[in-house]
Structure formats: structure tokens, C-alpha cells
């Protein structure tokens, strides 16, 4: 496994364990933003909630974070299940502006509730230093590299039976018309409702395990929109939309150019390797819009011809 051929065993392996996680939070985003074609710009929502739950439970409650991860992701689950009931009938920039203000609310109100949430100050994980698994802290990062591992085979296996069974071929319909897929009687309504529990679950269970990974948070960190929910949206989408493995891809090709060009670009002028970030993701997108995934298929398919 890759963290035993890896010399920097502290450098290297936070930045693979973010890859998965990423890759994690994409493959989640996929469920509604690949198969419905619901382009949701507010799951950094349900990826804080996750990250509050479970916070809040371990300190006020001591509750193990595991036992908070399963409580972050019923919180998560359940909200996805209330914002998809008024925006049932949204589709287009419409869905995506809605999802997007849901977060920015929760945001606010975040920032705004200091006796709970820590207000703009953030919350801190306390480290115990011998705390080991039943506190998910460890003194090593190679742990958690293969928990955010575990946590995208998890959201792929899940990904993948959604799109091989009947409610993937139901989202694929409302996807291509979601008139006609109600004619043939499709139930609409239970099957958005499903798809977006399962990704806001999926999402919020993502934020518990980044909190514990990281140890600190803030409402502005948390529930960003270029950080996280434009961010995963973006990894999906040069990966591959609507792909099992398209996440992954989009993943191990954008987190390392992002810290690269971070690290000798940043230097050299404000805002420079941002530029260079922009301008490779446009380049990718014109030569192939459905993602690098289609571009390796159509690579293989010249080479094998």
C-alpha cells in the first residue's frame, strides 16, 4: 500500500488522505450531481453539519467520534430530506442557487450562534495524545490514511449499487426528462427524497471524518463554497460526471496540481498559481467536457485501433 513506499511519512501521506477524502466527498456528490444531473452547490451544508454533530456530541457528551459519525450522518441525512421537499420541482441554476443559499444560511447562522458553535473562533477537537482508535486520534497520519481509503470504497460500493439498481435507472430517467419519467410512472418524489439522503449522509459522514483528521474548524472553513461544495462539484466533474471511478480521477489529478502549483508557483506573484490551476481545468474541459475518464477511454480506443 502506498504509505510503506513513502519516504515523507508526514507531508505525502496528509496529502493522499485528503485525495480520498475528496475523492470520498465527490463520490457522494455524484449520487445526486451525476445521476439525477441535480447540480448542487450547497453540500459543503450537509458536510458541516456532519462536522458539528459529531464535535458538539464529544464535547458536551463525550460521545465516542465514531458512535458522532453515525450521528453526523443521520443529522446530514435527515436535512437532505427537509431541503429536497421545496426544492423538489428546481432544476438547473435554479437547484443550484437554492442548495447554495441553504449553506450560506447555515453559515451564517453558524458564525452568528457563538455559545454553541464557537461563532467565527471555530471549535477545536481536544487531542488526547494516547487516545488511539475508540478516540479516532493517532500519533502517526498513515491511520487516517486508511480511513479516508475505507471511507471511499464505502461511497463507491454504495455509488455503484444505487447505479446498477432500479433507482439509478429511475435518476437517470428524471436526469433525461423528468416529465416524461413521472408519465411512466416513476414515483419523483421518493426518489429524489432517497437519492439525497443518501449523499447528504454520505457527505455529512465525510465533514466528521475531516474534523477529526484536522482537529479544528470554523463556520467560514467549513461551509465554503469554493473550498468545499464548488470544489467537490469540480472534482466530479473533470473526473468524470455521472462515472463510478470519475471522482477518483478527478481527485488524484487536481488535489496534487493544486498543491503544486500552491508550493513553487505562490511565490512567484499573488494569485499566479491560481491563474495556471484555471487555465488547465478550461484546457481539460474544452478538449473533453465529459471529464478526464472519457478522454482515457477515447486515448485507449485510438491506441488500440
Known amino acids: 500500500m502506498a504509505p510503506f513506499f513513502i519516504s515523507d511519512q508526514g507531508y505525502a501521506i496528509r496529502v493522499l488522505t485528503l485525495l480520498f477524502l475528496f475523492a470520498s466527498m465527490a463520490q457522494s456528490w455524484n449520487i445526486v450531481g451525476g445521476l439525477a444531473n441535480q447540480i448542487s452547490l450547497g453540500h459543503a451544508a ?171 474548524f470554523d463556520p467560514d472553513s467549513i461551509f465554503s463554497l469554493v473550498s468545499i461544495s464548488i470544489r467537490v462539484a469540480l472534482i466530479c466533474i473533470i473526473g468524470g460526471i455521472g462515472t463510478v471511478w470519475g471522482p477518483l480521477i478527478g481527485a488524484c489529478f487536481l488535489l496534487p496540481i493544486e498543491e503544486l502549483f500552491n508550493s513553487t508557483l505562490s511565490a512567484k506573484g499573488a494569485g499566479v498559481s491560481q491563474l495556471a490551476y484555471g487555465l488547465i481545468l478550461i484546457a481539460i474541459i474544452l478538449v473533453e467536457p465529459r471529464g478526464l475518464q472519457a478522454l482515457f477511454n477515447r486515448m485507449a480506443k485510438r491506441l488500440g485501433s
Open 46 to 216: 450537509f458536510f458541516g453539519l456532519g462536522a458539528y454533530t459529531s464535535t458538539l456530541l464529544l464535547l458536551h457528551a463525550s460521545l465516542s467520534p465514531w458512535l458522532g459519525l453515525l450521528a453526523g450522518m443521520l443529522v446530514a441525512g435527515f436535512t437532505g430530506a427537509l431541503l429536497s421537499i421545496p426544492t423538489m420541482r428546481l432544476r438547473g441554476h435554479y437547484f443550484a442557487l437554492a442548495t447554495l443559499a441553504f449553506a450560506e444560511v447555515l453559515r451564517s447562522i453558524a458564525n452568528t450562534w457563538s455559545s454553541l458553535t464557537g461563532g467565527p473562533v471555530g471549535l477545536s477537537v481536544p487531542f488526547a495524545p494516547q487516545g488511539g482508535l475508540p478516540l479516532m486520534q493517532f500519533q502517526s497520519g498513515v491511520p487516517f490514511y486508511f480511513i479516508m481509503l475505507g471511507m471511499f470504497l464505502i461511497c463507491t460500493f454504495i455509488y455503484q449499487q444505487i447505479s446498477e439498481r432500479k433507482i439509478g435507472y429511475e435518476l437517470r430517467a428524471l436526469k433525461a426528462n423528468p416529465a416524461s419519467a413521472q408519465a411512466i410512472g416513476i414515483n419523483v418524489t421518493r426518489t429524489k427524497i432517497i437519492a439525497s439522503v443518501i449523499s447528504a449522509a454520505l457527505m455529512g459522514g465525510c465533514g466528521v471524518l475531516f474534523v477529526q483528521f484536522n482537529f479544528f
